[in-house]
């Protein structure tokens, strides 16, 4: 899919700021090459620069960089423009078929039968998720506020309590007292044996 390869004058800037044996045009239609193909090696056969030359541009030159996300997006441009006419076109098949039956082959003849009931809930499911995701509003509704939520965590937490509060006061015993082993003493120095170091 060959595309027309223009570049910005910025872009254009960057690129003939580089001195390089490969002239700025054929560096620009490598960048051009590698969005279509997506192979350094097939890039570097076509233009017959090395495989490593251009791995290299690609690695470090901000020029390629600014090249190919301005060629990316130029893709994606076209794509969305034909997603859009592919969307239309079906759901403009759809709507026929809910309307008007969906065609059949019967013994040789085209019959038009109504969609069933079931299919006719999944597409309006589908469709309606899809109006949902594009107008960025949500597929299904959460009622419960952060409030509600750590009120029932607060609830699971005094229900776990009450669980393990009576097992753990069953199996402890208190700690040993020992108060009188310890010489109150103890951690009292003599300067002449303390050594700063």
Sequence with gaps: MRRERTISDEQYLQVSAQISTHS?????SAVHLFAELGSYREVSEMLEIPNHTIRCWSRTQDWWVSILTSVQK?????LDVRFSKIIGKSTQKVLDNLENGEEISFRGEI?????????????????FDKRQLLRAQPTSISKQTSDERLNALADKMRALDSVLRPAINATSEPP???????????DKY???EYIDG
């Design 74 to 78: 130029n893709v994606n441009d076209e």
């Design 190 to 192: 003599d300067d002449d």
């Design 176 to 186: 040993p007292d020992v108060s009188s082993d310890i010489d109150p003493d103890a």
């Design 111 to 127: 019959h038009k039968k109504q969609i069933s009931a079931k299919d006719a809930a999944v597409v309006t499911a589908i469709m």
């Design 24 to 28: 700025i045009d054929a560096r620009i």
